[in-house]
């Protein structure tokens, strides 16, 4: 019993698991964080930051996709923060060139943002994360319309409220908010391969359209596709029977 928690299905492609998948210019911006110490943030830094940044892009100094770049400060510590930046989702800038970038970035809010005046490095991510690749197709595929309208399951495992967060690369990111209050379920079939009898998917390699992927990929659904992935592949190697009505929702 495999469970293919890669984030790309990249087991699954190996095992000749049908996928889908955006073509890679329109799949969603990947992230870049860069932790830096010495700022003096305020209320306005989150709109300061995004807006040198796109003046930056204008002039050719950083990529047009660091215009997109978000502020976020350290809770609890007030001379610190991250800059998560935005990277072209085609993989166009290997690592060593989005880091370059960001120094720029960064020497470019210095020079023209007091916040960051003294501001420098502390450290940045190991890697550019995706937050779109391929995915597998399930027995069931969730929907824009299972998000936004709550909808329930009768193999529900995992319930999520999280908005559409989908970052376009040309627009930035775009948010579909659910009805308040309410969430919508994931369902078993999306964990399950077509054509595959032991093999699962979770977190971000479940079948689902573009944008209900850009509900579903957020950290705690994935983690919770997970645990339900394990419980059920534990369930089948004693069993050899799949019985999602006996796993309890997340």
């Known amino acids: ?40 943030g305020d209320d306005m830094t989150a709109v300061s930051v995004p807006y040198l940044l796109h003046k930056a892009a204008g002039e050719g100094i950083v990529p047009p996709s660091f215009r997109f770049t978000a502020w976020e400060p350290e809770i609890g510590s007030p001379d610190r923060g991250f800059l998560k930046f935005s990277v072209p989702p085609a993989g166009d800038l290997p690592p060593a060139l989005v880091r370059e970038f960001s120094e720029r970035a960064i020497a470019y809010l210095r020079a023209h943002l007091p916040a960051f ?16 690749g391929s995915r597998i197709q399930g027995e069931y595929v969730l929907t ?56 699962l998917a979770a977190g971000m390699c479940l079948s689902s359209t573009q944008a209900a992927h850009a509900s579903a990929r957020v950290v705690g659904p994935c983690i919770a596709l997970g645990e339900k992935a394990g419980q059920a592949a534990a369930m089948f190697a004693g069993t050899g029977e799949w019985k999602p009505d006996r796993l309890s929702h997340s």
Do not use: H
């Open 144 to 199: 824009e319309e299972d998000v936004l309208n709550g909808r329930k399951f009768d193999d529900g495992l995992v319930k999520n409220a999280w908005p559409i967060e989908f970052w376009d690369p040309r627009r930035g990111p775009v948010y579909k908010y659910l009805i308040e209050g309410d969430y919508y379920e994931i369902p078993f079939r999306c964990l399950r391969p077509v054509g595959m009898l032991n093999l």
């Open 1 to 40: 019993m495999l469970i293919d928690a890669t984030g790309n299905a990249a087991f699954s492609a190996l095992a000749g698991a049908p996928l889908l998948a955006a073509a890679p210019e329109n799949r969603q911006l990947g992230g870049f964080v860069v932790q830096v110490q010495g700022c003096r």
């Open 117 to 132: 005046a003294a501001a420098s490095v502390e450290r940045t991510s190991g890697r550019v994360f995706a937050r779109e």
